[in-house]
């Protein structure tokens, strides 16, 4: 086993096991917390995959923005925070069920994307993405980079205008 | 890298784009005008008329060759462009309706920021009709949706509409993570997200079907999200009560359109053989995976379930969600068809289903102006109460079911004479029986507008000049389009031309 | 063994049925946002990894720039309408919400 092999071994069982107390745990705050190490797993499996902007990205908006964002609304929705709330209405029997139709399709996909024939090519090693992706993101993806740009404007004008407290 | 070639290519693209620019501009300008002028009642819905009205008139000015702009993430062509005008048109008719609404202006609510979004969703649906690049349509779809999300609970002190907002945003951002883990499949499979790309991969390579299975089906589930097609409808009653009449109008309309646009240039471009389009007539698929099968089921489904489901509602919100739910699998039907006769009746249909559905939705409104809800109850004996209303709203509701003389008939025959050209021949009958099921449910209002009539016959009801000037708008095309439709024709068969890349 | 893209794809297939479960059996909005999180980060490994095998195509990297911004954009406005919600209600569990059922 190579080092590499050691790394992603590592970042898999990080990310399953944290994703699993992400969707398992009773308590909200232990969700979140568990998220953190799964979001910090995918950063380090971007790594290993040669995308070190990506990596960055991951760990400045997930971690530093979604994931306190998250943090946030469990507070604010809460008054007294890390007590348990009541997370689960459905019947064992329902968690259950549901639990392995996830088992079944996770294997039926595992499956049939192991048959797949992916369109795969040799790739040229790169010390760093960051120039191509600021080049495509400036040539090819410009209308996309101004779509992003008016979205997140509706986003800000939308989420102030919803959230903020009733004046009248 | 930048080069002399890029630049010019850019200039031409930002030149095609500009319907879309003034679009932005409006946005911008609406904002900083709400922010001086807080106020106002209804400034900043003059300021969004004036910019669409502009907006509209390059757009219908734009000449109609096809070109693919910004590097081909977008095809500009007549398809689109009928699309376009289309979501519009609705979107005026929108803004004018709502200025009327009684339920939005109420407690002295501030409106600036609703006309405003209204124009950012527009954009939003301009990029989904000309979108041809997964990741483009990704995020025009939630462009589109993060600003119906918050219009769907504008009201948001009211408990339905903050409900309804919960409802559509959680489902919707699901539905959007399968869509983006379909795409991400897609991209594994053909290594390009462009639209005419993953057409020459799937020429060039062999694809693997089932995966290939997996990942249209989680797209199309992104995009019948958006156009209610059951199994992904759950949302759509809820949705369509909670929110603002003029919202769910918007929704059961426009968002649709958008919808159903980049859903036909997604399947034609991306899986029927382009290389063999001299002959107009003809698509051929590639790959081994039958998407016509795939869009037939939908569509059976959805007009099914809309109409059995709609025959037990009581709310004129909820009845007109469910039909709007059956209307969407009888355009569905015009997609299985799958050739320029089948788009061209999605046309047509799409044009006379936007007159006639904001109509109904638009007398909802009036008269919930009135009596301060939309139960079916509320209407007996409104045949009397307002005589002029009511004959619009029996309008409509002959056009909704597909009776001559109204346009609602032309729609429903583009779509069965296209489907009978097919070998879907059983699909046809499916959609025969179903208009004989929605029958019923129109005739049920009808009935309660004019031969139910109890309390007290005295009252009249009196409605400002400008609701009946907007009733007129809508209700005369459903009746003129009904008899004397060639240009609708013309136009819709000359807009059928998708571009497919050089 | 070297690691190669099977590997990748399964660590993704499992991620997105945690999230699926997450999102089914959860009834706390906020926890269904969570999930809605692992499905995301699912399908942006599978985007780096198809573009790390694909030669390198910076494609996939863009398109797992747009997905982050909009899941930044998409939970924003997510919380703020359950942050309304809580007001209005005082509790954010999805089933619990029934003014409008048929």
Same mark, same amino acid.
């Given at each position: 086993?190579?080092?590499?092999?050691?790394?992603?071994?590592?970042?898999?069982?990080?990310?399953?096991?944290?994703?699993?107390?992400? %969707?398992?745990?009773?308590?909200?705050?232990?969700?979140?917390?568990?998220?953190?190490?799964?979001?910090?797993?995918?950063?380090?499996?971007?790594?290993?995959?040669?995308?070190?902007?990506?990596?960055?990205?991951?760990?400045?908006?997930?971690?530093?923005?979604?994931? %306190?964002?998250?943090?946030?609304?469990?507070?604010?929705?809460?008054?007294?925070?890390? %007590?348990?709330?009541?997370?689960?209405?459905?019947?064992?029997?329902?968690?259950?069920?549901?639990?392995?139709?996830?088992?079944?399709?996770?294997?039926?996909?595992?499956?049939?994307?192991?048959?797949?024939?992916?369109?795969?090519?040799?790739?040229?090693?790169?010390?760093?993405?960051?120039?191509?992706?600021?080049?495509?993101?400036?040539?090819?993806?410009?209308?996309?980079?101004?779509?992003?740009?008016?979205?997140?404007?509706?986003?800000?004008?939308?989420?102030?205008?919803?959230?903020?407290?009733?004046?009248? | 890298?930048?080069?002399?070639?890029?630049?010019?290519?850019?200039?031409?693209?930002?030149?095609?784009?500009?319907?879309?620019?003034?679009?932005?501009?409006?946005?911008?300008?609406?904002?900083?005008?709400?922010?001086?002028?807080?106020?106002?009642?209804?400034?900043?819905?003059?300021?969004?008329?004036?910019?669409?009205?502009?907006?509209?008139?390059?757009?219908?000015?734009?000449?109609?060759?096809?070109? *693919?702009?910004?590097?081909?993430?977008?095809?500009?062509?007549?398809?689109?462009?009928?699309?376009?005008?289309?979501?519009?048109?609705?979107?005026?008719?929108?803004?004018?309706?709502?200025?009327?609404?009684?339920?939005?202006?109420?407690?002295?609510? $501030?409106?600036?920021?609703?006309?405003?979004?209204?124009?950012?969703?527009?954009?939003?649906?301009?990029?989904?009709?000309?979108?041809?690049?997964?990741?483009?349509?990704?995020?025009?779809?939630?462009?589109?949706?993060?600003?119906?999300?918050?219009?769907?609970?504008?009201?948001?002190?009211?408990?339905?509409?903050?409900?309804?907002?919960?409802?559509?945003?959680?489902?919707?951002?699901?539905?959007?993570?399968?869509?983006?883990?379909?795409?991400?499949?897609?991209?594994?499979?053909?290594?390009?997200?462009?639209?005419?790309?993953?057409?020459?991969?799937?020429?060039?390579?062999?694809?693997?079907?089932?995966?290939?299975?997996?990942?249209?089906?989680?797209?199309?589930?992104?995009?019948?999200?958006?156009?209610?097609?059951?199994?992904?409808?759950?949302?759509?009653?809820?949705?369509?009560?909670?929110?603002?009449?003029?919202?769910?109008?918007?929704?059961?309309?426009?968002?649709? *359109? *958008?919808?159903?646009?980049?859903?036909?240039?997604?399947?034609?471009?991306?899986?029927?053989?382009?290389?063999?389009?001299?002959?107009?007539?003809?698509?051929?698929?590639?790959?081994?995976?039958?998407?016509?099968?795939?869009?037939?089921?939908?569509?059976?489904?959805?007009?099914?379930?809309?109409? !059995?489901? *709609?025959?037990?509602?009581?709310?004129?919100?909820?009845?007109?969600?469910?039909?709007?739910?059956?209307?969407?699998?009888?355009? !569905?039907?015009?997609?299985?068809?799958?050739?320029?006769?089948?788009?061209?009746?999605?046309?047509?249909?799409?044009?006379?289903?936007?007159?006639?559905?904001?109509?109904?939705?638009?007398?909802?409104?009036?008269?919930?102006?009135?009596?301060?809800?939309?139960?079916?109850? $509320?209407?007996?004996?409104?045949?009397?109460?307002?005589?002029?209303?009511?004959?619009?709203?029996?309008?409509?509701?002959?056009?909704?079911?597909?009776?001559?003389?109204?346009?609602?008939?032309?729609?429903?025959?583009?779509?069965?004479?296209?489907?009978? $050209?097919?070998?879907?021949?059983?699909?046809?009958?499916?959609?025969?029986?179903?208009?004989?099921?929605?029958?019923?449910?129109?005739?049920?209002?009808?009935?309660?507008?004019?031969?139910?009539?109890?309390?007290?016959?005295?009252?009249?009801?009196?409605?400002?000049?400008?609701?009946?000037?907007?009733?007129?708008?809508?209700?005369?095309?459903?009746?003129?389009?009904?008899?004397?439709?060639?240009?609708?024709?013309?136009?819709?068969?000359?807009?059928?031309?998708?571009?497919?890349?050089? | 063994?070297?690691?190669?893209?099977?590997?990748?794809?399964?660590?993704?297939?499992?991620?997105?049925?945690?999230?699926?479960?997450?999102?089914?059996?959860?009834?706390?909005?906020?926890?269904?946002?969570?999930?809605?999180?692992?499905?995301?980060?699912?399908?942006?490994?599978?985007?780096?990894?198809?573009?790390?095998?694909?030669?390198?195509?910076?494609?996939?990297?863009?398109?797992?720039?747009?997905?982050?911004?909009?899941?930044?954009?998409?939970?924003?406005?997510?919380?703020?309408?359950?942050?309304?919600?809580?007001?209005?209600?005082?509790?954010?569990?999805?089933?619990?919400?029934?003014?409008?059922?048929?």
């Amino acid at each position: 086993m190579s080092l590499i092999d050691i790394a992603f071994y590592f970042f898999a069982i990080l990310i399953i096991a944290s994703a699993y107390i992400v %969707v398992t745990s009773k308590n909200i705050m232990y969700s979140a917390f568990a998220l953190l190490f799964t979001f910090f797993g995918v950063a380090g499996i971007y790594v290993l995959l040669n995308a070190d902007f990506l990596a960055i990205t991951q760990i400045v908006i997930y971690i530093g923005g979604i994931l %306190v964002l998250i943090i946030f609304g469990v507070m604010l929705t809460n008054r007294i925070t890390g %007590v348990d709330i009541k997370t689960g209405t459905m019947s064992k029997f329902q968690i259950w069920m549901t639990a392995i139709l996830c088992v079944i399709a996770a294997i039926g996909l595992i499956l049939i994307f192991t048959q797949t024939n992916w369109n795969t090519a040799l790739s040229p090693t790169k010390a760093s993405t960051i120039e191509d992706i600021g080049t495509l993101l400036l040539t090819d993806y410009l209308i996309g980079f101004e779509i992003a740009s008016v979205l997140l404007l509706i986003a800000i004008i939308g989420a102030a205008l919803i959230a903020r407290r009733k004046t009248n | 890298m930048i080069d002399e070639i890029f630049l010019s290519q850019l200039k031409q693209s930002v030149d095609l784009f500009l319907p879309e620019t003034i679009l932005v501009a409006t946005f911008i300008i609406a904002l900083i005008f709400d922010l001086i002028y807080k106020n106002s009642r209804y400034l900043i819905a003059v300021i969004s008329i004036i910019g669409l009205v502009f907006s509209g008139i390059f757009l219908v000015n734009q000449s109609t060759s096809s070109a *693919a702009i910004f590097s081909g993430m977008l095809s500009f062509d007549p398809f689109g462009n009928f699309f376009k005008i289309l979501i519009l048109l609705t979107t005026i008719i929108i803004v004018l309706m709502s200025v009327f609404s009684k339920e939005l202006y109420e407690g002295g609510r $501030k409106t600036g920021e609703y006309y405003i979004l209204i124009v950012g969703m527009t954009f939003g649906m301009f990029l989904l009709a000309v979108a041809n690049n997964l990741i483009i349509v990704y995020l025009a779809i939630e462009t589109m949706s993060i600003s119906s999300y918050i219009l769907a609970g504008y009201t948001k002190e009211i408990k339905r509409a903050s409900e309804a907002s919960l409802k559509y945003v959680i489902f919707g951002a699901v539905s959007s993570g399968m869509m983006i883990y379909g795409i991400s499949l897609i991209y594994g499979l053909t290594g390009s997200l462009t639209f005419d790309a993953i057409n020459s991969a799937m020429i060039s390579s062999d694809i693997s079907g089932l995966t290939l299975l997996i990942a249209g089906l989680m797209i199309i589930a992104g995009i019948g999200y958006k156009i209610s097609a059951v199994p992904f409808h759950f949302w759509t009653p809820d949705v369509y009560e909670g929110a603002p009449i003029t919202i769910t109008a918007y929704l059961s309309v426009a968002s649709k *359109a *958008a919808g159903f646009a980049v859903l036909i240039r997604f399947l034609k471009v991306s899986f029927f053989d382009s290389t063999n389009y001299a002959n107009d007539e003809i698509w051929t698929l590639i790959g081994t995976i039958d998407w016509q099968i795939v869009i037939a089921i939908l569509s059976v489904l959805t007009m099914t379930l809309g109409n !059995l489901v *709609a025959l037990w509602q009581t709310n004129m919100k909820r009845l007109l969600a469910y039909s709007s739910i059956a209307h969407a699998g009888y355009i !569905l039907m015009g997609v299985v068809v799958m050739t320029d006769i089948g788009v061209t009746s999605v046309l047509i249909y799409f044009f006379v289903y936007m007159i006639m559905n904001l109509g109904a939705f638009l007398v909802v409104m009036i008269i919930a102006n009135k009596t301060g809800n939309e139960d079916i109850q $509320k209407y007996n004996g409104i045949g009397h109460k307002a005589p002029f209303v009511s004959a619009c709203m029996v309008i409509f509701l002959i056009s909704l079911t597909g009776l001559p003389p109204t346009a609602g008939f032309i729609g429903k025959w583009a779509v069965f004479t296209a489907v009978l $050209k097919s070998e879907y021949i059983w699909l046809a009958v499916v959609g025969v029986l179903n208009s004989v099921v929605s029958l019923y449910y129109y005739v049920k209002i009808f009935r309660n507008m004019y031969i139910r009539n109890f309390e007290d016959d005295s009252e009249i009801y009196e409605f400002s000049p400008g609701t009946y000037i907007l009733l007129i708008i809508l209700a005369v095309p459903t009746l003129i389009f009904g008899i004397y439709f060639t240009p609708l024709l013309d136009w819709a068969e000359s807009s059928v031309k998708i571009f497919l890349g050089v | 063994m070297t690691i190669n893209l099977e590997h990748y794809l399964i660590l993704s297939v499992i991620l997105f049925c945690f999230g699926i479960y997450g999102i089914i059996t959860r009834k706390n909005a906020v926890m269904v946002l969570m999930g809605l999180e692992l499905v995301l980060n699912s399908a942006n490994i599978n985007f780096v990894a198809f573009s790390r095998f694909g030669g390198l195509n910076i494609e996939g990297h863009v398109a797992a720039i747009f997905v982050i911004i909009l899941a930044a954009a998409e939970a924003a406005v997510a919380l703020a309408i359950i942050l309304n919600i809580y007001q209005n209600y005082k509790h954010i569990n999805v089933d619990e919400i029934s003014n409008l059922k048929e």
